[in-house]
C-alpha cells in the first residue's frame, strides 16, 4: 500500500519499523550478523522479560531476518544462554589474583554491563531457578570463593580496627 500526501501528492516518506534499522547499516557475514543478534538481545533482554521477548524482535532490533537467528542460534534460550556466556566470560577475565583487585574489577565489569545485571533480575522475576542460567563452563565456583574470601578479609580488617 502506497501513502499519498493530500497537500502536494507526492508520495509519503517511508516509516521505519525499527529504529536500530533505520540508523545502522545491516550487518553482513556471519559474524557481524550473530555479534548483532547477540547484541539486540542483551538490549531486550534487559528491558523485558526474556520470554516475553520474541525471535522476530531480536531480529528486527538487530536488523536481520528473523530465520538467522534459529539459523545462527538454533532457538531463543541458546541465544540467552550466548548472551550469559558473553557476560561470564568479561567477569571471569577479572577474577583472577588478589581478592581486593579482582573484587573492583568485578564491580568496574558490572558497571560497563548494566544489561546483565537486569537479565539476572528478569530471570529471577520469572520464576527461573539461578541453577537454569549459571553456565557449566566455571566461574561461579571461583566467584563463589572470590566473595567468601572477601568477607573473611573485611571481616578481619574490622576486626583489627576494633
Known amino acids: 500500500m502506497r501513502y499519498v500526501c493530500v497537500s502536494s501528492m507526492s ?3 517511508p516509516v521505519s519499523r525499527s529504529k536500530s534499522r533505520a540508523t545502522s547499516r545491516k550487518p553482513h557475514g556471519k559474524d557481524e550478523t550473530k555479534d548483532a543478534i547477540l547484541r539486540a538481545a542483551d538490549e531486550l533482554f534487559g528491558l523485558k522479560s526474556p520470554d516475553s521477548v520474541t525471535v522476530r524482535e531480536l531480529a528486527d532490533r538487530a536488523g536481520v531476518n528473523h530465520a538467522l537467528v534459529h539459523r545462527h542460534f538454533g532457538t531463543k ?3 540467552l544462554r550466548e548472551v550469559l556466556q ?3 566470560r568479561a567477569f571471569r577475565e577479572v577474577i583472577e589474583g588478589d581478592v ?3 573484587v573492583t574489577r568485578m564491580f568496574e565489569v558490572a558497571l560497563e554491563r548494566p544489561a546483565f545485571a537486569k537479565i ?3 530471570l529471577l522475576l520469572e520464576g527461573r531457578s539461578p541453577r537454569d ?4 563452563e566455571g566461574g561461579s565456583d571461583r566467584l563463589a570463593k572470590l566473595m567468601t ?3 573473611s ?3 578481619q580488617a574490622l576486626a583489627r580496627k576494633s
Open 149 to 151: 574470601a572477601a568477607l
Open 86 to 88: 558473553r557476560h561470564a
Open 120 to 122: 539476572i533480575a528478569q
Open 11 to 13: 508520495p509519503a516518506p
Open 133 to 136: 542460567f549459571t553456565l557449566e
Open 77 to 79: 534460550d541458546q541465544v
Open 153 to 155: 578479609a573485611h571481616e
Open 100 to 102: 581486593e583487585t579482582a
